[in-house]
Nanobody, 127 residues
Framework: QVHLVESGGGSVQAGGSLRLSCTLS????????MGWFRQAPGKERERVSC????????YYADSVKGRFTISRDNAKNTLYLQMNSLRPEDTATYYC????????????????????WGEGTLVTISS
């Protein structure tokens, strides 16, 4: 059975940092691209970042580019999202996901390939 478990969420003030983690079980971790998504209250889920199987290629939403860094440790079956310079508009539940695109040709191919999802971790940024 596939499980993705996020951790590291919490409440911080604007300008602060958080690091989210996501562990995957039930799949061979380095066979999968991994992604982070978020959903704010009353809004649709949106893409945040995506990373290729071995971490050599990353994609970011414009809203987080330069502030967030995605990474993975395949030896630990763990995905990370380092979030710096946080803003109130980053407040959301953050979800990690796993998928296998047939061809990794760009951000869309990474994000749209996601098939397995975690339960999410809440991030709250106060002004």
């Amino acid at each position: 059975q596939v499980h993705l478990v996020e951790s590291g969420g919490g409440s911080v003030q604007a300008g602060g940092s958080l690091r989210l983690s996501c562990t995957l079980s039930g799949l061979t971790f380095d066979d999968y691209c991994m992604g982070w998504f978020r959903q704010a209250p009353g809004k649709e889920r949106e893409r945040v970042s995506c990373i290729s199987w071995r971490g050599s290629t990353t994609y970011y939403a414009d809203s987080v580019k330069g502030r967030f860094t995605i990474s993975r440790d395949n030896a630990k079956n763990t995905l990370y999202l380092q979030m710096n310079s946080l803003r109130p508009e980053d407040t959301a539940t953050y979800y990690c996901a796993a998928g296998r695109p047939a061809f990794l040709t760009g951000g869309d191919s990474c994000f749209t390939a996601m098939r397995y999802w975690g339960e999410g971790t809440l991030v709250t940024i106060s002004s």
